[in-house]
């Protein structure tokens, strides 16, 4: 069974910098997509970014783009999502997802990821 488990998550002000990681158990973490979505209250869950099982690819939404880097640590079975620039609508639950089908691309959308972990609360005062 394979699980993911957020933390970093927290309280800053804007301007301000979080990174948040996201450990994997229950499987190798190298053959696999990663994924970090976010979900603030009232609204949809959405893509933040992705990376391939390598790091040798990664996808950004505009919002991220510029402000926020993914990145993965196969041997610690660790990914990790670093928010630079932080805004108060960044505010949101982030989580991060795992899949196993395609792990040489990225993946941008909730359908594409199997393994999700629980969530990690990011509030971004203004």
């Known amino acids: 069974q394979v699980q993911l488990a957020e933390s970093g998550g927290g309280w800053v002000q804007a301007g301000g910098s979080l990174r948040l990681s996201c450990a994997v158990s229950?499987?190798?973490?190298?053959?696999?997509?990663m994924g970090w979505f976010r979900q603030a209250p009232g609204k949809e869950r959405e893509f933040v970014a992705s990376i391939s099982w390598n790091g040798g690819v990664t996808d950004y939404a505009d919002s991220a783009s510029g402000r926020f880097i993914i990145s993965r640590d196969n041997a610690k079975n660790t990914g990790y999502l670093q928010m630079n620039a932080l805004k108060p609508e960044d505010s949101a639950v982030f989580y991060c997802?795992?899949?196993?089908?395609?792990?040489?691309?990225?993946?941008?959308?909730?359908?594409?990821?199997?393994?999700w972990g629980q969530g990690t609360q990011v509030t971004v005062s203004g």
């Open positions: 229950g499987h190798t973490f190298a053959p696999s997509t």
């Open positions: 997802a795992a899949d196993l089908r395609r792990p040489w691309q990225t993946a941008a959308t909730t359908n594409d990821y199997i393994y």
